[in-house]
């Protein structure tokens, strides 16, 4: 018996350990959970300084990666910035609260066609603020690429290139491309197109030098790769670097992502999360963060501050044309998730 | 209650919950469905054509860098014996220096020295050689198991043969062995607890490592460890996540086993 004590004391022990991490409860606090290193720091200290909220912020790396601690109530989040199609399953799973406009006076500075966009996955933008968004496209070195015409998915499949293509290590990123080259939907359920899509990614993969996420940009910087896949705010990163490098969006049409503010249903303060994200959609405040990320700012306000040479860049602000031709890529149900990652994972052993 | 028992309590605790509970969550999720209901299929899938590859592929990759490691560590254990410096120590210490660093981090430093324009190829390209392509393959892979794992090889091979009475060495000679026979009949059968634990040491990390192979396979030597990885991470599948991990934990005991049926006989005959 006095053994069983011992265990549960100890145990006792470990859980308020666990707990004192957990939160403190107080007014005056926000706590933010974010992808990482996504806002520029001096823009959170100026809200600091203006509000007197502090603001304690907690980051992940994916949206999967996000989805379960909010679900499962590990930690109570006030604001929460995650990706269009997660709003839509969060949403959908009666996760989050409805934001209130009339506490977002700034809500006005964000362009229509960005709010019109995120009704796909938010109708009526009840939920979600759009933060920032990304469009897919080719980089490449104009040098190393010679006098091909890069204008086409298709060009990640010249054997030109070979051992020097970069491409996304993620499933649907991949399936994405081989799909839209083949003229199908990039949200597609239909096995028979996955399928073809999946041949054609196999096809490719003898030619290509990496699948990778985040070093697209870096091999494309140093040399190494001719030509990649990545989103369009990394453009001007890997451009400072290397001024031989272009990108593209190709004829095909290609993803988008609208990441949002949102507020989860676990927040504890509600008014100090719509303060928060209210200062986030300043115009001076948007300008900030573009000028940290230089990711496409759906804030039109702060358009008029950014510096004129970012401004022209179709990069970056892509015309209403090529917002047509994008799509954001849709959570799929799990059959269809399934049948992914098995053609996935054949590409990957071939 | 006895001393010694009332301090184990947090040790029970540890293993109750560092070990009891993750290991029944993951039987619970390998046999079940995603629907709900109990199921085999997450175990049998396995044997479908993709994880057989892969495992195909990690069972190679591992053997093949868990004998490279024995190559290098059995030589090097017997050369440190006989050195000044291996009794001192000193050697095994510079051996086990880098072990101190992260192992990510090592992996990572591969990254920049095996990288197209990374420091070999530099190097290489101001002696006006060629340069070197070995990133994104299984060779890099294989370079980099070997290089994360090759202490945990050299310590139980190392603390073997420095165990090795002398007087048994010098018994072989009197009674007329060759070099190579003393090493053949003394001094090998004597390290072969050392060198059994060392190649459970290797092999199983590098049978299920992810790590490595996402950092210098470029996405395109797609190990068992990756499969897995995928479907706990990308596909939200926990279920067939887990029951792949319950085959590979069976394979890894099926390797203790046999290894250690293996180890004892090498005590049995020659101590």
């Known amino acids: 018996m006095k053994k069983i004590k011992w265990v549960l004391a100890a145990v006792a022990v470990l859980g308020m350990m666990l707990c004192t991490g957990c939160r ?15 806002f520029d720091q001096e823009a959170i200290a100026d809200f ?10 907690d980051t992940y790396d994916t949206a999967e990666e996000m989805y379960p601690v909010i679900e499962k109530g590990t930690a109570d989040y006030d604001v929460i910035i995650t990706s269009d199609y997660m709003i839509e399953k969060m949403i959908h799973h009666k996760m989050l609260l409805e934001v209130d406009k009339k506490n977002l006076p700034a809500l006005k500075n964000i362009d229509s066609r960005y709010m019109k966009k995120s009704e796909s ?95 697209a940009r870096d091999l494309l910087a140093d040399g190494s790769a001719a030509i990649g896949v990545v989103w369009n705010g990394e ?47 300043k115009a001076k405040v948007a300008k900030k963060n573009f000028d940290y990320l230089y990711y496409t700012t759906p804030n039109e306000a702060a358009m008029k501050l950014i510096e004129k040479k970012y401004r022209k860049e179709e990069a970056i602000f892509p015309t209403d044309e090529t917002l047509d031709m994008c799509d954001t ?9 399934d049948l992914y990652s098995k053609y996935w994972k054949e590409v990957k052993a071939k | 209650m006895t001393f010694s028992k009332k301090w184990s309590a947090p040790f029970i605790v540890f293993v109750i919950a560092g070990t009891v509970i993750p290991i029944l969550s993951i039987a619970y999720y390998g046999f079940t469905a995603r629907g709900g209901g109990i199921t085999l299929d997450n175990i049998t899938a396995m044997f479908s054509a993709n994880h057989m590859q892969a495992l195909g592929l990690s069972l190679l990759l591992a053997l093949v860098s868990t004998l490279v490691c024995l190559i290098v560590a059995f030589p090097m254990a017997i050369v440190l014996r006989d050195s000044k410096f291996g009794k001192q120590g000193f050697t095994i210490f510079v051996l086990i220096l880098p072990m101190w660093m992260n192992f990510l981090l090592r992996t990572m430093a591969w990254q920049v020295l095996l990288e197209r324009a990374g420091v070999i190829n530099g190097i290489l390209q101001a002696l006006g050689l060629p ?9 890099a892979v294989v370079l980099g198991m070997v290089y994360d794992f090759l202490p945990f090889m050299i ?22 062995a060759g070099k190579a026979y003393m090493y053949r009949k003394v001094i090998l059968p004597l390290c072969v607890p050392g060198i059994v634990s060392g190649i459970t040491m290797v092999f199983i990390p590098a049978l299920t490592t992810f790590v490595i192979s996402n950092m210098l396979g470029g996405g395109k030597v797609n190990l068992i460890g990756n499969i897995i990885e995928q479907e706990f991470t990308v596909n939200s599948n926990w279920y ?28 049995g005959t020659f101590i």
């Open chain 1, 24 to 38: 403190s409860g107080e007014n005056g606090e926000i706590y933010v959970y974010s992808y990482g290193d996504y």
């Open chain 1, 48 to 57: 600091e300084d203006e509000t007197g909220i502090r603001v304690i912020q």
């Open chain 1, 121 to 215: 996955f938010d109708p009526g933008n009840r939920y979600s603020v759009p933060y920032m968004v990304g469009v897919s496209g080719i980089i490449y070195n104009k040098k190393m690429v010679g006098d091909v015409k890069i204008d086409s998915w298709g060009d990640l499949w010249n054997p030109k290139f070979k051992d020097s293509i970069v491409m996304p290590d993620s499933v649907r990123d991949d399936f994405m491309i081989a799909l839209r080259l083949l003229g199908y939907d990039q949200n597609t359920s239909n096995e028979k197109e996955i399928k073809a899509a999946a041949e054609l990614l196999k096809k490719q993969k003898p030619l290509v030098y990496k699948y990778a996420n985040d070093s």
């Open chain 1, 235 to 281: 453009y001007i990163y890997t451009k400072d670097l290397n001024p031989d490098v272009e990108f593209v969006i190709p004829k095909e049409g290609t993803e988008f992502f609208v990441d949002s503010w949102a507020i989860p249903k676990t927040s504890k303060n509600k008014a100090n999360a719509e303060k928060f994200i209210n200062y986030m959609c």
């Open chain 1, 329 to 337: 890529l849709k959570t799929l149900d799990t059959k269809t998730t």
């Open chain 2, 131 to 139: 340069r070197q392509e070995m990133m994104n393959t299984p060779g």
């Open chain 2, 155 to 176: 310590l139980p091979i190392y603390n073997a043969v420095m165990k090795i009475d002398s007087h048994l060495i010098e018994a072989a000679y009197d009674l007329g």
């Open chain 2, 240 to 267: 067939l996540g887990s029951g792949l991990s319950l085959v590979m934990m069976v394979f890894i005991i099926i390797s203790m086993v046999l290894l250690e049926k293996f180890d004892k006989t090498g005590e």
